[in-house]
């Protein structure tokens, strides 16, 4: 696509946000029965155990404990609990509990979810203030958006879109603002021994998950995007990737090079085929990554947001948006046809080798 034609995608892309919503499901859903647990997206972050294999998400979703916090939300006793059908062992709840995600009050004998839920109606109007802010956002980084995608493609490097716009604009800078409150202040500690921190549910599930490795190696930043197929690379492989190539952008070692250059990291010289941003593009990067978060903070900030969410501590209510903002960003770009998914997003079953080189690039860090 030449350069010429990148500006009316852009202002299609805005048009057509306006009157197509991002989440139309949630209008749908919020007029029938309400939706069961394993229909929401739970997300829990902060201090965890390097002793337990479990995570807060494998443990709401074991048996019906999602279903006994849903109905939690308002504080309930047992009695209360098997008046509305709920079946339930003590043990779940002492689980719960131990989890942090579950509170006895042993005043009126009364269980509460610890946990923020959003179901269909909150989820709706959250989402109509985060479509606002995208709106917002989008005009901000329309200029360097369309000079990052035609960049890619005069390197024939256009696939990479997606990852570089998700790992480092929408989720690297932001975790870095606010990581130390997320996941270093809180402790473990006796009465919770498994897990501290932040967590949510909100409907509906996503349609798919991406996760963000990022290894720094010297004046480098190796960025990997995962996928809902698991790499073939491995992780002690992409540790030894990172080492080898921040000596000198190729990679050297010829163990090594079989495996990347058959992922698409590399070509048959070892020179790196992934993108390489530095100079002005790392500035560029980091500019558009501060207007992300910028906006998420303003979101947070603004009295109707505080209102729905009900969010005491600020660096959590602009977590939780930065996991909305970002998530919607990435839907309003695919859908419009701005950008197209990895083909793991797609379908995982298409998926090859060569195509893991689409998930994986690296920016110079400005000195």
């Known amino acids: 696509m030449k350069k010429r034609h990148l500006l009316p995608i852009l202002i299609f892309i805005l048009a057509a946000s306006l009157f197509q919503p991002l989440f139309p499901q949630d209008s749908q859903k919020s007029k029938t029965a309400s939706p069961s647990f394993n229909e929401y997206q739970f997300v829990a972050r902060g ?107 005069k390197t024939h490097q256009e696939k990479s879109l997606f990852s570089i716009l998700y790992a480092y604009i929408l989720h690297d ?33 996503k349609k798919f998950n991406i996760g963000v490795t990022a290894l720094p190696a010297k004046d480098n930043k190796v960025f990997l995007v995962s996928s809902p197929a698991v790499s073939r690379l491995g992780f002690q492989q992409l540790l030894s990737f990172v080492k080898d190539v921040s000596v000198d952008d190729k990679v050297d070692d010829p163990e090594l090079f079989k495996t990347c250059s058959a992922f698409g990291l590399c070509d048959d010289q070892g020179e790196l ?15 558009m990554a501060k207007q992300v978060y910028a906006q998420t903070v303003e979101l947070a900030e603004s009295l109707e947001m505080k209102e729905i969410l009900s969010i005491s501590t600020q660096a959590h209510a602009t977590m939780f948006l930065h996991y909305e903002l970002r998530y919607a960003v990435l839907t309003l770009l695919l859908e419009t046809g701005f950008m197209k998914a990895p083909i793991d997003f797609e379908n995982a079953d298409n998926n090859a080798p060569s195509d893991n080189g689409n998930l994986v690039f690296v920016v110079k860090q400005n000195k």
């Open 273 to 287: 085929t992934i993108p390489i941003l530095e100079g002005e593009w790392a500035t560029k990067l980091e500019n």
């Open 47 to 153: 201090k965890m155990s390097g002793q337990r294999r479990a995570r807060p998400d494998q443990i709401v979703r074991m048996d019906n404990n999602g279903e006994i916090l849903l109905a939690c939300i308002k504080p309930q006793t047992t009695d209360q609990l098997k008046a509305i059908g709920i079946i339930f062992f003590q043990s779940q709840l002492e689980l719960l509990i131990d989890w942090n995600l579950l509170v006895f009050n042993r005043k009126d004998n009364t269980y509460k979810t610890t946990i923020h839920i959003y179901g269909p109606e909150k989820a709706s109007a959250i989402r109509s203030h985060v479509h606002s802010a995208v709106l917002r956002l989008s005009s901000v980084l329309n200029t360097d958006l369309l000079s990052l995608k035609s960049f890619l493609e």
């Open 173 to 205: 800078y932001s975790m870095r603002q606010f990581g130390p409150e997320i996941y270093q202040k809180p402790q473990l500690t006796a009465d919770f021994p498994f897990w501290n921190g932040f967590a949510w549910a909100i409907y509906p599930i």
